[in-house]
Structure formats: structure tokens, C-alpha cells
């Protein structure tokens, strides 16, 4: 028996408006309709959303000082001062694309699972191969890693998939989880590894984190240029590419304690560097 409270949808957006008009026809078109929808809009770059008349999509405006966590936690503040009888927060980002039933799959897996964060899987938009399927922590390896990536989601075997970690590609949320934990750190993680963080922290709480096979979001995977060694610089200091050091060093020491950080740092360090040399090597 689907849970009929309404789910709030928190959608990120800053200038992309080709993705966030795309994905709101989608949601619109889903074939669950108990939701709530309110997009943070950060951008620097006015939108016209005067095309939407459905009362249960809503904008607000916050500053382009804000980053994607920054801006999340604002969705998250707005859903708690206007939240009636809703449990579940969902985070979507809007450069994602989703099937009619996608939210009718999300209220299934809540039913379910009333008190876990999940986390939906994210596919290739041309391949369909998993870009993302969660991931448990490799130790020696300093890394997340999923025995899925690259292969098709109808190949898991499981409906769902113990985590560490999740992304913000469709992450479910109780209100009762944030009450617990808190919110994103968006201080010490403006804008890449707060949900990882927010993942890793929920499961030292003993709260269940879990990917689930039938919750699909497509989008583009990671654009190989980035790995040319001239944008090494970029890759590893600015705050919107995955590289930054600084974010690394922020989430290892968040998470784990100051020995296995360091070791966490220090790998992840040593393994960029090499994919850098390793790609200017094969393509100049």
C-alpha cells in the first residue's frame, strides 16, 4: 500500500534552464501525482517559470553565493517551515532525466523502507550502463566502489543495494533522519561530497543507507576532458570540479579519523596524479 503523504521534491538549479524545464515536463508526467515541488533557483541568470501553472510546483529565489549543498539545505529549510503531514524529502539534480513511473517506483521503495535513506541509480543517458550505483568504502583502496558500475541495471540481482555512499541524483531523505543528524555541511562542502558525507554520517547512525535497483535517473557521465594534465590545476582547486583537494581533505577528516584520513588524502592524491599522466600520456 503506497504511503499517499506528499513527497517534497528539492531541485538545485543555477542557469541551466534547458535541464530544469526538461526535467519538470517530466515530473509532471509521472504517474504518481502526490508530490510537492520547490526548485532553489541560485543562479545568476533570471528563468522565466511563468509557463507553470501546477500549484504544487513552487520557485524560490536564494543567492549565487550559494553552492549545491548551499543551496539544498535552503530547499531543506523551506520544506520544514511549509511541511504539513509530509515525511520524506526527495533531492533531484536537474541535469537528470526520468521515466513516467520514476516517482511511483520512489513511493514503493518508501513504503518499504519508512526510515532508510535511499538512493536511486544513475545510468548513462546514450550507453544506459550505471554511471552510479551507491558504493561500500574499499579501505585499502581509499575509495567507493559499486561491482555494478558499467553494467545495466537489470543485471543487479538485488532490489536493493547496501551503501556508504549516495549521490544527489535522486536521494530520499526522512525528515525524522535530518532531524537526527542534522542537514548538509555546506561550510566545510559548498558543492561536491556533501551527500557522500550526509550518506557516510546516517550510516554511523545505524540508519539504513541503501541504492535502489527500481528508482532509474539517466544523465550524462563525466566528461573525460577534464582529465586533459593542462586542467589539472582546475581539476584539483576549483570547488565545482570532483578533483578539489580541499574537498577530499574536508570529507576524509569528516568522516574518518586523522590516521586512515591521512591515507584516504594521500591515495586519492597519488590516484589523480596518475590518471592525469596515465591520459597525457595515451592522448597527448
Known sequence: MIDKSPLWIIIPIFNRKEHIHVLLHELL?????????????????????????????????????????????????????????????????????????????VALVIDEYDESVIGSISVDHGTGRIINAGGRLVPYKARFRSPWKGKHPDQIRDLFLDSDSLTGRGMVIPLSVIDTIGVFNESELPHYGADNEFAWRAKQQSINVLCAKQCVVSTSAIDKSLYQFKRLGSFIFETKKPGNLLVICHFAFLCFGKVYATYYVTVNFLRIMMSYVKRSVLHG
Open 29 to 105: 508526467r509521472q504517474t504518481y501525482g502526490s508530490f510537492k515541488v520547490v526548485v532553489v533557483d541560485h543562479g545568476t541568470e533570471k528563468i522565466d517559470f511563468s509557463w507553470i501553472v501546477d500549484e504544487r510546483i513552487e520557485i524560490i529565489n536564494e543567492s549565487p553565493a550559494l553552492w549545491w549543498t548551499g543551496a539544498v539545505n535552503r530547499g531543506i529549510d523551506y520544506v520544514r517551515k511549509n511541511n504539513q503531514k509530509e515525511k520524506h524529502i526527495l533531492i533531484l539534480n536537474d541535469d537528470i532525466s526520468i521515466k513516467p513511473d520514476y516517482l511511483r517506483n
